[in-house]
């Protein structure tokens, strides 16, 4: 997403304004998108991005300009990580205490507070104008809740399926059998419209899911076609596998590459001794 740009304030429909989080980087792309959902003059905020001073603003103009009011109904949150709920206490000093709607993440919510209501499977938050349900979906992270937004057969996928680039499987909280699990329960689900927490709309949402599944597939077949070439250590795997990709992202190559290692282990298929990873049988 290096490079990719999008407006501060965008109306993606009649329910749906997305604010940018102003904080922009090679893992957030452009920054966290924030969304305004809803169609009444109190709308809700899904996610709350980084905590960046610039956003909230934005968010005020986007109420006034798209909204006609200056108030929020309830904040839903669709993971811990800090680009999600980092502000969290900007929105509570500048519209007051009120509701934020998450599973939660033991060790992780801090920036939540006390106001933490909690959400899981099946929860739904309804607004004007939109009927928002929570569908769990971890491997990026435990507590990672898509919304299905049920108007539009939407889903605000948060960091499960993003609008360019592909997700990363963080060695903590995160679990690529999971994930893929996930990726394929949002396509059983035949949605119409994919709205990220990173990058653009994504209107053509079962092609872009299959797309991440067949990513999935086709590296988890190259990783083992190094192990068979004789490469046990993640080093060697990354330096073949993503030649073509800048050295400052070989940090995060390697944590791809031990997801899928470790979803590998989990199904019997590959064993660890150390640092060294090899074929079962």
């Excluded at 049920?150 to 999971?178: K, M, N, S, W, Y």
Aim: net charge negative; glycine share 12%; proline share 6%.
């Amino acid at each position: 997403m290096i490079g990719l740009s999008m407006p501060d304030v965008d109306a993606w429909s009649d329910r749906v304004v997305t604010v940018l989080g102003q904080n922009p980087g090679a893992f957030t792309g452009p920054g966290t998108n924030t969304y305004l959902v809803g169609t009444s003059a109190r709308p809700v905020l899904l996610d709350t991005g980084q905590g960046v001073a610039a956003w909230l603003p934005l968010v005020e103009r986007a109420l006034d300009e798209h909204r006609g009011g200056r108030e929020l109904q309830e904040v839903v949150v669709t993971h811990a990580h800090v680009d999600h709920v980092g502000g969290v206490p900007q929105v509570r000093e500048r519209f007051g205490r009120m509701r934020v709607v998450k599973r939660p993440w033991p060790g992780h919510d801090a920036p939540v507070g006390d106001d933490l209501v909690v959400a899981d499977e099946g929860t739904v938050v309804e607004t004007e104008g939109a009927t928002l349900r929570a569908i769990h979906t971890p491997g990026h992270a435990e507590d990672h809740l898509c919304w299905w937004l049920e108007e539009e057969r939407a889903v605000f996928t948060g960091d499960v399926v993003l609008g360019a680039g592909t997700t990363v499987i963080p060695e903590h909280g995160g679990d690529l059998l999971d994930y893929m699990n996930s990726l394929r329960r949002l396509l059983e689900l035949e949605p119409s419209v994919l709205y990220p927490a990173h990058g653009p709309a994504v209107r053509d949402a079962g092609k872009k899911i299959r797309e991440y599944i067949a990513h999935r597939e086709l590296r988890e077949r190259q990783i083992l076609d190094r192990l068979a070439a004789g490469e046990s250590r993640v080093p060697e795997i990354v330096a073949v596998l993503y030649a073509d990709v800048p050295a400052f992202l070989h940090g995060a190559a390697g944590t791809s590459v031990r997801s899928h290692l470790r979803k590998l282990e989990r199904e019997g298929r590959v064993r660890r001794d150390g640092d060294d990873w090899s074929l079962v049988g």
